[in-house]
C-alpha cells in the first residue's frame, strides 16, 4: 500500500522558514513524480510545487516561486519542500502526493501538516 506521511508543519511569523518532508512507506519513491499541494481554509486545494522522478524537472505555482524549492533524495525515500520568506498568505494545510508526471493523476494522498504564518 502506497502511503505517504508529511511533516515539519508549524507556526512561524513572516519572513521565517520552513521545511516540509514527504517519507514514502510501503513503496519506494524513485519511480514516482511527487507534488506538494495545500488548502487554506475556505479555499480549494491547490499545487504549489512538483518534482519528477528523477529530480531533473521541477515546478512552482506562481505564487511561490522564488521563496519555495522542491528537491528529493531518492535514497532517503523522501521529499522536501523547503519555504523561505513566508507570508501569512502561505497559511494552509499542506500535503504530499503521487503526481505522475507532474500534470496526471494524483494518489496516495499523505494527511497533512498545518503551516501557520503569524505574527
Known amino acids: 500500500q502506497l502511503q505517504l506521511v508529511e511533516s515539519g508543519g508549524g507556526l512561524v511569523q513572516p519572513g521565517g522558514s520552513l521545511r516540509l518532508s514527504c517519507v514514502a512507506s510501503g513503496f519506494t519513491l524513485d519511480y514516482y513524480a511527487i507534488g506538494w499541494f495545500r488548502q487554506a481554509p475556505g479555499k480549494e486545494r491547490e499545487g504549489v510545487s512538483c518534482?519528477?522522478?528523477?529530480?531533473?524537472?521541477?515546478n512552482y505555482a506562481d505564487s511561490v516561486k522564488g521563496r519555495f524549492t522542491i528537491s528529493r533524495d531518492n535514497a532517503k525515500n523522501t521529499v522536501y519542500l523547503q519555504m523561505n520568506s513566508l507570508k501569512p498568505e502561505d497559511t494552509a494545510v499542506y500535503y504530499c502526493a503521487v503526481n505522475y508526471f507532474c500534470s496526471g493523476p494524483v494518489s496516495s494522498w499523505g494527511q497533512g501538516t498545518q503551516v501557520t504564518v503569524s505574527s
Open positions: 518534482i519528477s522522478s528523477s529530480g531533473g524537472s521541477t
